[in-house]
């Protein structure tokens, strides 16, 4: 079973609000990864990362931000949080060559 | 340019009934990784399986079953005899190598199993 975990799980805020999803594992992955699961299930991949200072971004555009500055901690932000933003944000980790492993994922509402 | 097809939207089906659950995908690589991945109503994605482009074998595991098929670029996933706790959304997946970051994932199959 993977030790990976998201917080919030579930969070609803008003439109301008600076929102941080939090993501971190315990297992020395060295990559991780965001994506964004829309209404029709649909998963893209927003951000990752090789390593610590490392991040790249992903095929689907986002206004979202990323920081790797510990291994096992990988937060995305939101400056400005829009109705547009309102998604599942699932974060992923993986050692090296392996597969990737899920996190429980953080529904977003921006009212 | 690849991409992953899953045309089935939703499935039904009553508990002890075998289902099949459809992944066609394109690929120009000659080495690819494929992947099935379930999404439980809690939200993870959990790991199913995975398949390098070299390996055409079938693969069973206890219910689950798998038919890799290079000619019809077809990667089936069956369950025998489902029970209501395979309810869930079933990605297929796909990876030009494996070294690679991008999953490129199909648009998934939620599959309803009723007792």
């Known amino acids: 079973e993977a030790d990976i975990y998201q917080t919030p799980r579930y969070l609803v805020i008003g439109t301008g609000k600076k929102i941080t999803l939090e993501c971190s594992q315990t297992?020395?992955?060295?990559?991780m990864y965001w994506y964004q699961q829309d209404p029709g299930m649909e998963l893209h991949l927003i951000h990752y990362?090789?390593?610590?200072?490392?991040?790249e971004k992903g095929d689907l555009s986002s206004e979202s931000t990323v920081s790797r500055i510990r291994t096992e901690h990988f937060p995305l932000t939101l400056e400005s949080a829009r109705p547009s933003h309102t998604s599942q944000y699932l974060c992923?980790?993986?050692?090296?060559?392996?597969?990737?492993?899920f996190g429980p994922g953080t529904r977003l509402t921006v009212l | 340019a690849q991409k992953v097809t899953q045309a089935q939207t939703e499935i039904s089906v009553v508990e002890k009934e075998d289902v099949t659950l459809d992944c066609v995908y394109e690929?120009?690589?000659?080495?690819?990784?494929l992947f099935w991945y379930k999404q439980p109503p809690s939200g993870e994605l959990v790991f199913l399986i995975r398949?390098?482009?070299?390996?055409?074998q079938n693969e069973i595991s206890g219910r689950y079953s798998w038919n890799f098929q290079k000619s019809t670029s077809s990667f089936n996933f069956t369950i025998t005899a489902s029970q209501v706790v395979d309810s869930a959304v079933y990605f297929c997946?796909?990876?030009?190598?494996?070294?690679?970051?991008?999953?490129?994932f199909g648009t998934g199959t939620r599959l309803q199993v009723f007792p």
């Open positions: 398949r390098n482009s070299f390996d055409e």
């Open positions: 297992m020395g992955h060295d990559k």
């Open positions: 992923a980790s993986r050692l090296g060559l392996n597969e990737q492993f």
């Open positions: 990362s090789y390593g610590v200072n490392s991040t």
């Open positions: 690929t120009r690589d000659t080495t690819y990784y």
């Open positions: 997946a796909l990876t030009k190598s494996y070294n690679t970051d991008k999953l490129i």
